[in-house]
């Protein structure tokens, strides 16, 4: 059963434009949440992680945010660049879990056009 | 910064051949994890290793061994690569407790 789901499947954006990403899950106990960037066939490079109850992040021209009782945490993209088109994954630890267990989601495809 | 390498980058083998992926991490971490990925799936993990010697199942381990030879390399290994095994792989390492995991680069096999 997919514990971490992430909306939209695919989107694409004009450069400049801002965008928002979506990530659902129902891990339980949850530790932390990761946003990673994944270039198309390529490693995943960790954006930003969110650990406490209600956290808010921001690393450039990302910024995310975690609700944990919503279980429930967005991926904000501002100003987009051609060179943001990739795969993003949002990525939940499992507290309970002593070997440090990882949920994935599937990643939204974005594509960004000229 | 936490290295985790992983070779080859890239392999191409038939169906039924013997393919070894490699993983080395020099951060002393007692994790290392295989996963694979696949279009419309999260990674997902294959086996998993504590340390020297020691192994774990994952979620979809049919098809797959894996070796931890010594602290620093994780080994998988497929005897009978079968197509469905065309996947992009993963190895990760994390110290004990509730460090992160710290992924290598990856590698695509193809299986004909």
């Known amino acids: 059963k997919t514990q971490v789901e992430q909306s939209p499947q695919s989107l694409v954006v004009r450069q400049g434009e801002n965008c928002v990403l979506q990530c659902n899950y129902s891990v339980t106990p949850d530790n932390h949440l990761r946003w990673f960037k994944q270039d198309t066939g390529k490693g995943l490079v960790s954006l930003t992680v969110?650990?406490?109850?209600?956290d808010k992040t921001s690393n450039g021209r990302y910024s995310a945010t975690l609700d944990k009782d919503a279980k429930h945490s967005t991926l904000h993209i501002t100003a987009t660049l051609l060179d943001d088109t990739a795969t993003y994954i949002c990525?939940?630890?499992?507290?309970?879990?002593?070997?440090?267990?990882?949920?994935f989601g599937a990643g939204t495809q974005l594509i960004v056009i000229p | 910064e936490a290295a985790v390498t992983q070779s080859p980058r890239n392999k191409v083998t038939v169906t039924g051949g013997n393919v070894t992926l490699s993983c080395r991490q020099t951060n002393s971490h007692n994790y290392m994890y295989w996963y694979r990925q696949d279009t419309g799936h999260g990674l997902r993990l294959i086996h998993y290793s504590y340390g020297a010697g020691n192994l774990q199942i994952g979620d979809v381990p049919d098809g797959y061994k894996a070796t931890r030879t010594t602290q620093e390399d994780f080994f998988l290994l497929l005897e009978l690569a079968s197509p469905s095994q065309t996947s992009l792989y993963f190895c990760?390492?994390?110290?004990?407790?509730?460090?992160?995991?710290?992924f290598g680069p990856g590698t695509r096999l193809t299986v004909l």
């Open positions: 990525v939940v630890g499992d507290r309970g879990s002593a070997l440090g267990r990882l949920h």
């Open positions: 990760a390492s994390r110290p004990t407790g509730m460090g992160e995991q710290y």
């Open positions: 969110l650990v406490d109850q209600k």
